[in-house]
């Protein structure tokens, strides 16, 4: 959110400020929100100045707490955030995975939609190292110091499924991970009805089961489950003794979650999951309890809706090679799985990623808020069914 010196958010932020002061704009956003701290970035109001990252821990779980920080620019002001924990499920935890999507390998021009000169674009500078290299790298570090079981890549590892741009992405991802590492294709890796990356995959951890789902319809945008594929989930819910998580790249179309109509009608052109195919992943949902949700990339957004007839959450995670730059740790208990959502907090990756919020304004978005989202749509508990 935006502190304007005396507001208060969803966020928790409020601080105390006199009519000269409202006129200053310092952003503060708790990034991150785990069962015992929290992640807060804060960006001066002063031009070109670092993002300051304060990390909270210590908290107890399901509980509020009053944190002070010193704005960067004028210590004499102070903001108020409260800051509320996740209750954290119940027995053992049993194992720790990580996600990625939308990494774009290959990418040159960030904000840019097909050929049009709107944007703003953003570049990297002459003779700068690309900025997926940069922020895909910062997002490796960060994984590997939570020793992660698995590192599941959802899509869109490049920008048009060129050779040298799924090599970059090796190098980046498979020299740390190894056998650790799950990758399904997305719809920039198939545009060229490309094959690599294709096929689900199931995998096992302690007390999870992944179903990995490739969605891309190659030589297009948009995204399906056939028929075939909800067989395999099926049967694989069925026989799994530990609840599953189902994954894959095009996020779910679900009627009357959205107030945009590109978004509720039901269209064959729907730029995420064909509604036939949403449906039926729904269906098989319902049926199989042991389904705990859909989690997907394609809309560099973080979103969490409801499945229509299940009730089980659908969710989006946002990309990692801009604003504002993420990945997804999962974190499993025998009474459910938490959900948290990282920035990048490398000083390199935050002095790309910040300038980022900005992208298609030209369009009249306020990506900063649509890339964003809420905090209860990074960091939450996804309970057993």
């Not at 060129?162 to 992405?169: D, G, H, L, T, Y």
């Not at 719809?187 to 690599?196: E, G, I, L, P, V």
């Not at 042991?290 to 946002?318: F, N």
Request: proline share 6%; hydrophobic share 35%.
């Amino acid at each position: 959110m935006t502190a304007t010196g005396c507001e208060r958010s969803e966020e928790g932020i409020a601080h105390e400020c006199s009519p000269m002061e409202a006129v200053r704009t310092t952003t503060i956003d708790v990034t991150t929100v785990t069962d015992s701290g929290a992640v807060v970035h804060v960006t001066p109001d002063a031009a070109g100045a670092a993002v300051v990252v304060h990390r909270i821990d210590g908290l107890e779980p399901e509980s509020e707490t009053v944190v002070e920080l010193p704005d960067p620019t004028d210590p004499a002001t102070v903001h108020q955030l409260v800051i509320r924990t996740l209750a954290r499920p119940s027995g053992d935890r049993r194992c720790v995975f990580a996600t990625v999507n939308d990494v774009h390998f290959g990418e040159l021009g960030a904000g840019q939609i097909d050929d049009l000169e709107q944007g703003p674009i953003r570049r990297a500078a002459p003779g700068a190292e690309p900025y997926p290299e940069v922020m895909n790298r910062s997002a490796v570090a960060e994984m590997q110091a939570i020793d992660p079981d698995a590192v599941i890549v959802k899509g869109d590892l490049s920008l048009d499924g060129a050779e040298e741009e799924w090599a970059a992405f090796e190098k980046c991802y498979r020299e740390p991970f190894g056998d650790l590492l799950h990758v399904v294709r997305g719809n920039h890796d198939s545009y060229r009805h490309q094959d690599a990356y294709a096929g689900d995959q199931r995998i096992d951890l302690p007390g999870i089961t992944i179903a990995l789902l490739d969605t891309a319809i190659p030589g297009a945008t948009t995204g399906n489950i056939t028929s075939e594929q909800i067989e395999w989930l099926d049967a694989l819910a069925a026989e799994a003794t530990n609840p599953v998580i189902t994954m894959g790249h095009h996020q779910q179309w679900i009627a009357g979650t959205s107030a945009d109509p590109t978004e509720s009608r039901r269209s064959d052109d729907y730029f995420g999951l064909h509604p036939d195919a949403s449906d039926r992943l729904d269906e098989v949902c319902a049926r199989r309890t042991s389904i705990l949700a859909y989690t997907a990339g394609h809309t560099h957004r973080h979103r969490v809706r409801t499945m229509t007839r299940s009730g089980a959450p659908s969710i989006e995670v946002g990309c990692t090679k801009d604003f504002p730059g993420t990945w997804a740790e999962y974190r499993v208990f025998d009474g459910g799985i938490m959900q948290v959502v990282h920035r990048m907090s490398s000083p390199e990756a935050l002095a790309w990623s910040e300038p980022c919020r900005a992208l298609y304004s030209d369009f009249g978005v306020d990506y900063g808020s649509y890339a964003l989202g809420a905090l209860t749509d990074r960091c939450f508990v996804i309970p057993l069914r």
